[in-house]
Antibody, heavy 123, light 106 residues
Framework: EVQLVESGGGSVQPGGSLRLSCAASGVTFSDHYMDWVRQAPGKGLEWVGRIRNKANSYTTEYAASVKGRFTISRDDSKNSLYLQMNSLKTEDTAVYYC??????????????WGQGTLVTVSS | DIQLTQSPSFLSASVGDRVTITCRASQGISSYLAWFQQKPGKAPKLLIYAASTLQSGVPSRFSGSGSGTEFTLTISSLQPEDFATYYCQHLNSYPLTFGGGTKVEI
């Protein structure tokens, strides 16, 4: 069974930094694209970004709202995904989920998701 | 960027009802659309991908249809465990986006 466990969330002041981690088990992690998705309290889902696998040169894509401030990386030897968040703003407050990508039918779908980790940006 | 508009945003229904949720894309996305179910305090769960393919383990009362710009998620006979919020997501191009969600309540 695939399991994804996020960690590293917490409270931080505006302008600060935080690094989230996502540990994967039950899956050949290195084969898969991985996504980060967030959900502000009481709001809908917002895609944050994606990192491709080694076969696709670990390239990344980001939402405009985080581009230049957030960086997605991975360590396949540790089955781990990371989200480095810099210059945090109050509007970055959200539960952050990692999700595995599955390449089927011409694109990459995401399933399953981790349980999420809460990031609160407040002074 | 491709915008996804879900309707309705809120739906009141009863057990046994047939429920239909619509997702409209601001431009054509072929069949690159997924549907997710989210219950309070839980992570989203993939129900349908490629617009109409049921994810493994998802009950057959869920179905999806559409292509291009208009898509629907149908629950043929609503069960108590189906009361949740449903989101569509396109995977046609970057940035990927989600619809605003449809909350299904009793």
């Amino acid at each position: 069974e695939v399991q994804l466990v996020e960690s590293g969330g917490g409270s931080v002041q505006p302008g600060g930094s935080l690094r989230l981690s996502c540990a994967a088990s039950g899956v050949t992690f290195s084969d898969h694209y991985m996504d980060w998705v967030r959900q502000a309290p009481g709001k809908g889902l917002e895609w944050v970004g994606r990192i491709r696998n080694k076969a696709n040169s670990y390239t990344t894509e980001y939402a405009a709202s985080v581009k230049g401030r957030f960086t997605i990386s991975r360590d396949d030897s540790k089955n781990s995904l990371y989200l480095q968040m810099n210059s945090l703003k109050t509007e970055d407050t959200a539960v952050y989920y990692c999700a595995r990508g599955i390449a089927v039918a011409g694109t990459v779908w995401v399933d399953p998701w981790g349980q999420g980790t809460l990031v609160t940006v407040s002074s | 960027d491709i915008q996804l508009t879900q309707s309705p945003s809120f739906l009141s229904a009863s057990v046994g009802d047939r429920v239909t949720i619509t997702c409209r894309a601001s431009q054509g996305i072929s069949s690159y659309l997924a549907w997710f179910q989210q219950k309070p305090g839980k992570a989203p769960k993939l129900l349908i991908y490629a617009a109409s393919t049921l994810q493994s383990g998802v009950p057959s009362r869920f179905s999806g249809s559409g292509s291009g710009t208009e898509f629907t998620l149908t629950i043929s006979s609503l069960q108590p465990e189906d009361f949740a919020t449903y989101y569509c997501q396109h995977l046609n191009s970057y940035p990927l986006t989600f619809g605003g969600g449809t909350k299904v309540e009793i």
